[in-house]
């Protein structure tokens, strides 16, 4: 009876350590899963912010809708134009419908504040760059 005992005491403690072995190396493969996974994780997301940065740098040069660069978008929408590049007349005349809105001559006999005066001139500059850069884009 001692030596069935104790027979059956090593076979259960050599399963039972075959079973740790066992577990032990389960555990080892999950982590080493996990890690893979952290890591395809890892690089996806690089890869994201990349691709991120990338489109966001092209659309700080280049309206969307247009493919126009920002600057000339930019100006285009002061001149109230669509967001297309126009003819040499249509500039002109944009040019000229918002020069008459904010020209400094033109606001002479208006009881303005120097605040607003200031805020007037200074959109008449806007609109004056604008127009200078465009036709600058146009010509080149």
């Known amino acids: 009876f001692n030596k069935t005992n104790n027979y059956q005491a090593t076979m259960n403690n050599f399963s039972t350590r075959a079973n740790e072995r066992a577990h032990a190396e389960w555990i080892a493969r ?41 600057n000339i978008a930019n100006s285009l929408k002061l001149l109230d134009l669509p967001l297309q590049l126009p003819s040499t007349v249509d500039l002109k005349k944009a040019f000229r419908s918002q020069a008459l809105k904010y020209h400094p001559d033109r606001l002479i006999n208006e009881d303005l504040s120097d605040n607003k005066r200031q805020e007037l001139n200074m959109k008449f500059r806007q609109i004056s760059d604008a127009y200078n850069e465009i036709k600058s884009y146009l010509d080149s």
């Open 30 to 70: 999950q982590m080493e899963e996990e890690l893979k996974a952290r890591m395809r994780f890892k690089d996806y997301i690089h890869q994201q912010e990349q691709f991120y940065r990338t489109k966001q740098s092209f659309e700080q040069r280049t309206n969307r809708k247009s493919g126009l660069p920002i």
